[in-house]
């Protein structure tokens, strides 16, 4: 008993050690992020609103009135049912803005980067513990035989170790949106049904009720939540069926129906963004056309293998179907039968495998950033490779020792020989993708863009947006709230610019929405201001040209 515990506190203690190395890490890159994806620019917005963005032409915009959409004011704090109608209007359910939305009303009248990254850590951090639980629960029997126990704090702390390090999940947390809430949800769903079919508890209170809650809160958190719990759901109904537990099998479905159907009584804009929101519409058009899944999953595959894996997934998947044929042609020639996955893993497999597919279909292709919507099963892959490798290398081991070699699977050396030789490999391969740069959301080339703006925040600045999509002045907020004040300024207005400021100023910095009329616009300026003669870029960030005139 004392030295279980003895091997427990050592265990947690290693599991500690690796996750304050890990969030290290994520505060290293976290104070290297300079700039903003649009979509974390409208993070802020619809989450903290108070009047809305309202752009007059040829008027010039105080700096509060953007800022105060960004930031919650100190008599706005805590107005969730504010948060929930801003979402409905768009097609994102509200769960993860509640939580922003808290975030930033514990800090009135803060903009920061660190908001948004803070909330995250919070997710990867319960992420952390709930994949070294899942990965330790799916390899442990009930029994809790030495055995099991040995191998499943090592496939915890592997899956763990290759999970956290590597450039999709750093990413993840980088990118302030719901996807590593969503990630958190997933994994606790799967630690449920894990947890279930080991300990065979199914009691409402520490199995149906929590599972409903889960469904609930994952559902409000992403819609992609659903796609996930609906193949995990589908292989453990089978698994009930299997085993004859019908009374189980209906309390499982009565309470993610459950939770399913307060969910959307709670908010019921869920049913019109899925079906028809311009996202939904697009995912089942994009689902129900059968010639683009190759392409497709060739592609989110290529995201895994890049960003997870460092181009070596073919050589993790070559591996195993060597060691996978040599342990059949052992087993075959000692008449042994081989149990290939065990119903934890298998259920897995079938759940990871099911979101993998659909998502790939219906997600939008954005490149390296659309590694967020398979963000949630990057851990449970990482493991089930993990488990192949060592599950199969084991029972080589115990099969045909080396020569000379007596394998012993409580041998204290084995056991460190094979943690140093995992920790080198995963840790090289996640060590060299990160050094190769493949850390994406941090936008550093906007560092000298800000520094260039805090520099000259006191010049006279001149929006010059389309009346087309005005809103996308916002992707410029982190820009513009540096000013006091801007020139707002229609490119379809071609007449004459009168503004006293503007026509005395000895330096303008302009910004030109990228569509046909940007040189009119330009010109426009040095026709009204004849201390003006010159122009150059200074930047360029989405549909925005930054110019400097003199």
């Not at 453990?236 to 189980?248: A, P, S, V």
């Not at 399913?260 to 056309?289: D, K, M, Q, W």
């Not at 046909?516 to 004849?530: G, I, P, R, S, W």
Request: a positive charge; glycine letters at 8%; charged letters at 20%.
């Amino acid at each position: 008993m004392k030295e279980a515990l003895k091997n427990n506190l050592k265990f947690g203690l290693v599991m500690g050690v690796l996750l304050f190395l890990q969030i290290g890490c994520l505060f290293y890159y976290g104070s290297r992020k300079a700039g903003f994806h649009e979509d974390e620019l409208y993070t802020y917005y619809s989450t903290n609103k108070t009047a809305g963005l309202s752009v007059t032409d040829r008027q010039w915009m105080e700096k509060d009135a953007l800022r105060n959409d960004f930031v919650v004011l100190s008599g706005e704090k805590f107005r969730y049912d504010v948060v929930k109608q801003m979402q409905s209007w768009d097609v994102h359910p509200p769960v993860y803005y509640y939580i922003f939305h808290t975030a930033c009303s514990l800090f009135p009248d803060v903009f920061s980067k660190w908001l948004g990254i803070g909330v995250n850590l919070i997710a990867y951090v319960v992420s952390y513990l709930l994949l070294a639980y899942g990965a330790y629960t799916a390899v442990t029997s009930r029994e809790q035989n030495e055995k099991c126990r040995k191998k499943g704090k090592l496939l915890a702390f592997f899956s763990c170790l290759a999970w956290g390090f590597c450039p999709a999940v750093i990413s993840g947390v980088m990118f302030i949106r719901m996807y590593q809430w969503l990630t958190l949800f997933i994994l606790l769903c799967m630690d449920l049904h894990l947890r279930a079919v080991k300990w065979q508890d199914y009691r409402i209170k520490s199995f149906f009720l929590p599972l409903g809650a889960t469904v609930f809160l994952g559902f409000l958190t992403q819609y992609y939540y659903i796609i996930f719990h609906f193949f995990l759901g589908a292989g453990f109904c089978f698994y009930l069926l299997k085993n004859k537990k019908i009374r189980q099998l209906f309390g499982y479905v009565a309470s993610c129906a459950a939770g399913l159907s307060l969910a959307i009584c709670y908010y019921p804009a869920s049913l019109s963004h899925i079906f028809r929101g311009y996202r939904g519409t697009e995912a089942v058009s994009e689902f129900s056309n059968a010639s683009n899944t190759w392409d497709r999953l060739k592609f989110f595959g290529g995201l895994f293998d890049d960003y997870v894996t460092n181009g070596t997934l073919s050589w993790w998947l070559l591996g195993i179907c060597l060691l996978a044929v040599t342990v059949w042609f052992l087993k075959k020639k000692r008449g042994r039968k081989w149990e290939v996955l065990n119903e934890s893993t298998g259920l897995l497999l079938f759940a990871g495998a099911g979101y993998f597919f659909t998502v790939s279909k219906t997600a939008l292709i954005l490149g390296e950033t659309s590694n967020r919507y398979q963000l949630p099963v990057y851990g449970i892959f990482l493991f089930l490779i993990l488990y192949a490798v060592l599950g199969l290398a084991e029972e080589i081991f115990t099969l045909t020792p080396f020569v000379g070699i007596k394998y012993k699977e409580d041998n204290k050396w084995t056991v460190r020989g094979v943690v140093a030789a995992g920790s080198i490999i995963i840790l090289l391969m996640n060590g060299l993708a990160l050094k190769g740069g493949k850390v994406f959301f941090l936008y550093e080339e906007e560092r000298e863009v800000m520094e260039y703006v805090k520099a000259h925040r006191n010049d006279a600045v001149v929006v010059f947006y389309n009346d087309a999509s005005a809103d996308h002045i916002w992707w410029l907020s982190d820009e513009l709230m540096e000013y006091d004040k801007f020139y707002m300024a229609s490119q379809g207005n071609q007449e004459e610019i009168k503004d006293k400021e503007i026509r005395k100023s000895n330096r303008l910095l302009v910004y030109v929405a990228d569509y046909e009329k940007k040189e009119e616009c330009l010109k426009k300026l040095l026709e009204a201001n004849t201390h003006l003669t010159t122009y150059e870029v200074i930047a360029q960030k989405g549909l925005w040209t930054l110019y400097e005139m003199q």
